[in-house]
């Protein structure tokens, strides 16, 4: 045990440095893409969000998402599952626990 304590006290202040040269640009990466897609809509921008809501209730009610491409299909359900997942980290950082409600 003393052994280890020993080599993690040498080896400790490289493993932190080479862990933070190691983050620095994935954290950049991140911050950047997270300033742009992470931010409420605009006011200017809920007139589209409206008529793109419009356009998939008539697309259901005509029934022409069926001329949907496969490459189509495949990224709408990438980002329908996107939403539910948002939604289901929503309900974890509001429940405060992975499992359930406390009742």
């Known amino acids: 045990m003393a052994q280890f304590v020993r080599n993690l006290a040498e080896k400790g202040p490289a493993l932190v440095n080479a862990a933070v040269t190691y983050s620095k640009p994935r954290l950049a990466t991140f911050w950047h893409y997270a300033k742009v897609e992470l931010i409420p809509p605009t006011p ?3 007139p589209t969000a409206i008529q793109g809501i419009k356009k998939i209730v008539r ?8 001329q949907l491409t496969v490459k189509e299909a495949l990224l709408n359900g990438l980002v329908a599952t996107e939403v ?3 939604f289901y980290v929503g309900e974890i950082i509001g429940k405060r626990n992975i499992i359930g409600y406390n009742v």
Not at 59 to 66: C, E, V
Request: hydrophobic share 50%.
């Open 44 to 46: 200017a921008e809920i």
């Open 59 to 66: 697309s259901a009610q005509t029934g022409s998402f069926k």
């Open 84 to 86: 539910w997942m948002w």
